[in-house]
């Protein structure tokens, strides 16, 4: 009894020996082989255990909505390895080493939340911003593991070029919600308001209005593929969609659509695709 325990104990220990990481899921050997590969990716890796060494699990209920999450009070990176490729597990694994690696900018932002030092609107951009800066440094990692054959294809992010626009997507997508909460369980209770964000009226849109206007979003990130055909298809997709509001506008719109707050989906539309149009 005592010959077995001890290879059960010893089996873990030969497993694990030679992961960068404090612990990972066996799920995720593949991917955490993979991006080793990468000398760029192992410096992110040792950038990130700097602070405290890093452990990388699979979770469904961590991560909620969210392919990945960053938990730095246990110095934990959990992934989401539902309807996942394995590039697609790179892909978040590699953003949220970098959320990882960032961990004192965070750690100081909730710091100045918790003693009221910030309000609820300043809190949300700044978390946003930090991750997009960490988005943009990803991609470069992800890009050069594509280029040497190490990732798969499919690790490419379709990016939002412009802060803006990228903190546009979030909010109507939920992201940025979710910071809003976290800042009212942080905060001092005089400092919970309503968020208020960048996109007019943004409480007010109906969940319809807001799937259209993430659409119109990433049609703009289509139009940074590199790919000079699925460029031209994205941008033949929003003259359509133009086309479509103004005939809303207009009052003679398709039978098949909804002219709900037109106005206001034309504003925004006109925001992310003037330069374009």
Request: hydrophobic share 45%; proline share 4%; aromatic share 12%.
């Given at each position: 009894m005592?010959?077995?325990?001890?290879?059960?104990?010893?089996?873990?220990?030969?497993?694990?020996?030679?992961?960068?990481?404090?612990?990972?899921?066996?799920k995720l050997t593949s991917a955490i082989q993979s991006i080793t590969k990468l000398a760029e990716a192992k410096?992110?890796?040792d950038k990130a255990?700097?602070?405290?060494?890093?452990?990388?699990?699979?979770?469904?209920?961590?991560?909620?909505?969210?392919?990945?999450?960053?938990i730095g009070k246990t110095r934990t990176i959990y992934i989401n390895p539902h309807h996942r490729s394995l590039g697609g597990i790179i892909q978040t694994l590699i953003f949220e080493l970098h959320n990882a690696a960032a961990d004192a900018q965070f750690a100081a932002l909730w710091h100045d939340a918790r003693c009221g030092?910030?309000?609820k609107n300043t809190f949300v951009e700044k978390a946003e911003r930090i991750e997009f800066d960490n988005l943009k440094q990803a991609q470069a990692i992800l890009d050069k593991g594509i280029e040497r054959q190490f990732f798969p294809k499919d690790c490419r992010l379709q990016f939002l070029p412009e802060f803006k626009l990228y903190y546009y997507f979030q909010q109507l997508a939920g992201h940025s919600d979710w910071f809003s909460k976290q800042y009212d369980n942080s905060c001092p209770p005089h400092m919970r308001t309503p968020y208020k964000g960048t996109v007019y009226d943004l409480t007010k849109i109906s969940?319809?209005?807001?799937?259209?206007?993430?659409?119109?979003?990433?049609?703009?990130?289509?139009l940074c593929s590199g790919d000079n055909v699925k460029d031209a298809k994205a941008l033949e997709s929003i003259y359509r969609e133009r086309n479509t509001l103004q005939n809303c506008l207009k009052g003679t719109p398709p039978l098949n659509t909804n002219c709900y707050r037109a106005a206001q989906r034309y504003k925004l539309f006109q925001e992310v695709f003037g330069n374009i149009l």
């Open positions: 005592i010959k077995y325990l001890f290879i059960a104990l010893i089996i873990p220990t030969l497993i694990f020996a030679s992961s960068p990481f404090r612990y990972h899921s066996p410096t992110l890796i255990n700097a602070q405290g060494m890093v452990a990388v699990e699979t979770s469904t209920q961590e991560t909620a909505s969210f392919h990945g999450m960053w030092r910030i309000d969940v319809e209005d807001r799937d259209d206007l993430v659409r119109y979003i990433s049609l703009c990130s289509r």
